[in-house]
């Protein structure tokens, strides 16, 4: 008999940690499929709640279910790693600017170095930011520094932001023996956060579009530092002051005028963004229904790059609040749903590959670079596959923890096809975060890139023990520490924690690498090796690094003009839009996941 697990009474997945429990044998099957709603107590006994659908409540499920899984390694429980665990910035609040506030601000030449800086790393969501608006208050400050510091206060707390951004972005950490790295810039972040006015202050100007750049901004940074829960505050502030002012509806450039109308879009989408992705980061629902937002996308304003990258951004973040709905909404059929859900996913996602495919393609057909910002697009896009995926591997997860051989059905049909494909996508992920990291491109500071490299590794992690065949190569490994190491390198607070929970999930797999037969991993050496073209593009790009480091390598980009194989930016809208039909029209009746307990052996 296998030894009980502690569980929520409420819920479907076991917990340790959790409060209202009861008692579930291993042995058990439990109804699949869908994301618990539990909470957890620290060792403060804090009561947390557990996102359905965050990243990482996936991880501290993981490690519930392999920490209490027979022949578990005796190793201490991973800490939560809740808010502050990184970095917690603290400040005071003041009524007013004073000449303490200007110390070592830099000159008007360093400060537009600085600004450009934090325009290009931002990409397509720096089109929150009011450029003509800013610059005109910003040459009057570098004329009159404490009296327009006084009088702008929240222009002064936006351009704050902007310089504690610019130095994390240009600088590195400052690292003392005894204590973490502290992020360059935090006390510039803290200085305009002590200045920035109650929230019911905010809205004396109609539309308040400068409220919504400071907030939006100022959840930015939180999130950026690993402070989520205060990320989520203020951009649900900067989200009630947007529905108020009604930017969620179409703005007639007749009443308003072309600019504002224009302003009030990308003032909205931008921050609709970033509202959308720390929700669903945090496993929260969002907050508005889609079918209440009319305004037009940025593209209907302007045609530009940024544009086109930002309407992008804005459809990828919808399918995410999607696919959270879906993970954490299956009612009395859990398998129908996710057949359901999933198929809707992947019609969304080959839509939005085509298009992407569309713009992009006019990039490669001239032999020029892409914009840096289409590489985050193209990497959310790979995904959202992931985390579409991630309740089918949680079921996985369990049964073959509770199972002693590996199911034939699950290399088999559709869901074999989505396994697979989910796996290209996480590898994909993982080349185009090596080849930024080749061209010291890498993302070190915003957390969007170590989400990406941390999602991937854990999916990579799980099906490589259990399901091998389908992990094309163990280059993997080595990639995911070298993306780890450049972000180390330069300063991020937060990728520590990331790889030490990695490797922990790597040792409480440890013990079930044994358990796989013969066969499974022979069938894994047949069906990959050297002629996969992402396994040689890890191997080229892994044995660049130890000859020469990453300094000197010229990217993945280089290698298909010799390979011809691998194209990074290929999208697959084909084969989504395939396996979304097969999904429709397979038979699905005898898959595992239909493999379900009656209404006796479920946990109500």
Known sequence: MCKALTIVAFVCFPDPLAILTSEL?????????????????????????????????????????????????????????????????????????DASDLAKLPALDYALFVYNTVKFRLGELFCIVDEA???????????????????????????????????????????????????????????????????????????ALLAIEVLSLAALYFHAIDMRSPAYQYIGQALRLSLHDGLHCRVSDEVVGPDLAARCSNTWWAMYVLDQEITAGLGCPPAVPQNSITAPLPVVFSSSVSAKALTLRTRLSRLVSSISNFSCGFDDDPAQDFVKNTTAVLH???????????????????????PQMFYNITISHHHCIVLATRPLVMWLLFRSISSSQPNAGWRAGPIATLLETSVRSATTMLLMLMDLAGRDMLETFLQ????????????????????PVYVPSQEWRQAVSIVFEKMAMKGNVVVGLRRAELEHLETLLEPHRHILSLAAQSESNQQTGPNDPRAQAFQDFVASHVNG??????GINGWNDSHGEFDLFATDAADILALAQEFEQGDLSTSFIFDLPGPDHVLQ
């Not at 557990?50 to 499920?61: D, E, I, K, V």
């Open 348 to 370: 969304s996602l080959a839509e939005l590959s085509r298009d992407l495919d569309e713009v992009t393609s006019s990039f490669k057909a001239g032999g020029g670079e892409l």
């Open 133 to 207: 608006r800013f610059f005109r208050v910003f040459d009057e400050f570098h004329k009159q520094p404490l009296p327009t510091a006084q009088t702008h206060n929240l222009w002064f707390v936006e351009y704050l932001l902007i310089l504690a951004f610019g130095k994390a972005f240009m600088s590195s950490p400052s690292l003392t023996p005894d204590s973490p790295p502290v992020p360059p810039g935090s006390d510039l972040a803290a200085r305009a956060l002590s200045l920035l006015p109650d929230v019911a202050f905010l809205q004396d100007d109609r539309p």
């Open 549 to 554: 480091g990453l300094e000197q390598n010229t």
């Open 448 to 467: 969007s890139q170590l989400e990406y490299a941390f999602s991937s590794a854990m999916l990579l992690s799980i099906l490589s023990v259990f399901l």
């Open 25 to 97: 044998d291993a042995s058990d099957t439990l109804k699949g499929l869908t994301w618990p709603k539990a909470r957890v107590a620290n060792i403060e006994n804090i009561t947390v709640f557990l996102g359905p659908t965050s990243t990482w409540t996936f991880c501290r499920r993981a490690f519930t279910l392999l920490e209490n899984a027979p022949n578990s390694p005796d190793t201490p429980r991973a800490p939560l790693n809740l808010d502050g665990a990184a970095f917690r910035l603290r400040w005071q609040s003041k009524p007013s600017a």
